[in-house]
């Protein structure tokens, strides 16, 4: 069972109008309620939008740019562009470690660690397509800022797929290792305090879409907070 102890602070609205909402999800909330848990991104905003709805999630750890919708008709065309994979969403990451190049994919499949839930793993049989693409933003001492655009929208797949390339997220609670050395440990815990972050250092700072209901392009930003 997961430790929840969800932030109080209030949800940031980023914009509003009849048809969709635009928010910034804290870190530590869950999007949606869980099979224990009711407190959620959804019921919280629910007091002032009775009909609002679900399209896209964030885990629980991360925080930034979540669209939802208003009424059925912009939920069904909001989830349409989801699954035709026509709406950009860009994130940063801070990683434990220094990749060797500068840019580049992550093109590997992952499937539910059942045993293990909720983790995901990586699956070369049984998994389904997954793929991100990565450039370094900033090279720090013992860490390194990462933009990350994922294509596919599987479960996990950005806290993965870094695992995977041997860059776990700083603060990751799931798949940060371990075995670290007690220097690493030191710096990381150094840079969790100066940016006052110490949950997962994953962050939604990029969404683009259609309007479900006049077809506008409509790009939002949020700045990362750490």
Same mark, same amino acid.
């Given at each position: ?57 964030? !885990? ?23 699954? @035709?994979?026509?709406? !950009? ?6 990683? #434990? ?13 992952? #499937?539910? !660690? ?8 990586? =699956? ?47 603060? =990751?609670?799931?798949? @940060? ?10 710096? #990381? ?38």
């Amino acid at each position: 069972m997961i430790d929840y102890q969800p932030p109080e602070t209030a949800i940031e609205r980023v914009y509003g109008d009849d048809d969709i909402l635009v928010v910034n999800k804290p870190a530590g909330l869950l999007s949606v309620p869980g099979r224990i848990y009711k407190d959620c991104l959804v019921s919280r905003l629910q007091a002032d939008f009775s009909g609002v709805r679900c399209v896209h999630r964030l !885990d629980m750890e991360t925080s930034g740019l979540m669209v939802l919708a208003l009424n059925k008709p912009s939920q069904v065309n909001l989830n349409k562009q989801f699954e @035709q994979r026509r709406v !950009d969403k860009r994130y940063v990451a801070r990683v #434990i470690g220094h990749p060797e190049q500068d840019s580049g994919e992550i093109n590997v499949p992952l #499937i539910c !660690d059942w045993p293990n839930r909720p983790k995901q793993k990586v =699956d070369f049989d049984g998994g389904k397509t997954a793929l991100t693409h990565w450039a370094v933003s900033e090279r720090e001492a013992a860490t390194t800022l990462l933009d990350l655009t994922p294509v596919t929208g599987r479960s996990h797949q950005l806290r993965v797929h870094l695992w995977y390339m041997g860059l776990p997220i700083v603060a =990751d609670s799931l798949y @940060q290792p371990a075995a670290m050395d007690r220097e690493q440990i030191k710096q #990381i815990k150094t840079i969790q305090r100066k940016k006052n972050r110490h949950s997962l250092h994953l962050h939604s700072t990029l969404l683009q879409l259609m309007h479900p209901a006049n077809g506008a392009i409509m790009t939002f930003e949020s700045a990362v907070p750490f």
